[in-house]
């Protein structure tokens, strides 16, 4: 047996058993990846991340996310939990930076919350979307939309009037896992944040995810041009729940949350 040390971190969480789960596992080299994407499936979590020391030096270290069925292109939830992984380990550290394959170097740094509590910011790439009709998603989706927003990288937004019509939502999955791995995100004005939305990502396996990074990325340039300002609070209206400090800092969006480690242990990968 190989022993992967395993992490299991609720990331925009300040409790266990909130926020969005995630499974940190660092590695010293990459192994073929229908290793990693079996990893992945035993897990079950919406996303593993899998994190190697980077050889190149333009990071850290080098990210992959897995979710039971697919590796994606990014994900922000498991980069805030690898985040914590490596800070949480040497407080003298502030900033640790990843390589990605397809969304460019990310970082995660200290930070001080709304609340005045420590916590994390985040910075991701931020974006943008144009305003579309898809007639077959929002059908799926249901409600009164009032705009639909998309970016060719499989991002879709649905704008509605209130959050309780996006809380009242009961999408149909079968019919979005038939549009492929897009991401769909119902969103409207907050009553105790500025935004509050839910994601549904049925094609990548993931029904309703818990609370989504790289839809907040989405939603930072939306919600800023909406707002008239580059910063404002979100929460993701999961069962689980998590709040989301947005900002929009040129073309990064700079998420901010906090993460609660759950279990610590120790993967067995048969040799």
Same mark, same amino acid.
């Given at each position: ?22 499974? !940190? ?23 593993? =991340? ?55 170097? &990310?970082?995660?740094?200290?930070? @001080?919350? =709304? ?18 009709? &898809?007639?077959?998603?929002?059908? /799926? ?24 019509? *996006? ?18 995100? /119902? ?5 105790? #944040?500025?935004? !509050?939305?839910? @994601?549904? *990502? ?12 790289? =839809?907040?990325? @989405? ?7 909406? &707002?008239?300002?580059?910063?404002? #609070? ?25 993460? *609660?480690? *759950? $279990?610590?242990? $120790?993967?067995? &990968?048969?040799?």
């Amino acid at each position: 047996m190989t022993k992967i040390p395993y992490a299991h971190i609720d990331a925009f969480a300040d409790r266990p058993f909130t926020g969005n789960q995630a499974a !940190v596992m660092p590695l010293d080299s990459w192994p073929e990846d229908d290793v990693l994407q079996a990893i992945g499936e035993e897990n079950n979590f919406a996303e593993t =991340a899998f994190i190697v020391p980077d050889k190149s030096g333009e990071a850290d270290f080098e990210l992959r996310w897995f979710t039971p069925s697919v590796e994606i292109r990014l994900c922000g939830h498991a980069t805030l939990a690898s985040g914590h992984f490596i800070l949480s380990q040497d407080n003298a550290k502030d900033l640790v930076t990843f390589r990605t394959r397809k969304a460019g170097i &990310l970082s995660v740094q200290r930070g @001080v919350m =709304a609340d005045a509590q420590p916590g994390y910011d985040m910075a991701l790439p931020a974006i943008t979307t144009e305003q579309t009709d &898809l007639p077959e998603a929002a059908k /799926a989706m249901g409600g009164e939309i009032l705009e639909i927003w998309r970016n060719p990288d499989h991002y879709n937004l649905f704008r509605y009037g209130s959050a309780e019509e *996006v809380l009242a939502l009961r999408p149909d999955m079968k019919a979005l896992a038939a549009l492929g791995h897009d991401s769909f995100t /119902a969103t409207a004005p907050g009553t105790e #944040t500025d935004v !509050v939305s839910r @994601v549904f *990502v049925p094609g990548a396996g993931v029904d309703e995810d818990s609370v989504t990074g790289s =839809a907040h990325c @989405v939603l930072t340039p939306y919600w800023a041009g909406q &707002l008239g300002r580059d910063s404002f #609070t979100a929460y993701q209206a999961s069962e689980r729940g998590g709040h989301v400090g947005c900002r929009l800092d040129g073309d990064k969006a700079i998420l901010s949350g906090k993460c *609660v480690t *759950v $279990v610590e242990g $120790v993967f067995n &990968l048969p040799d």
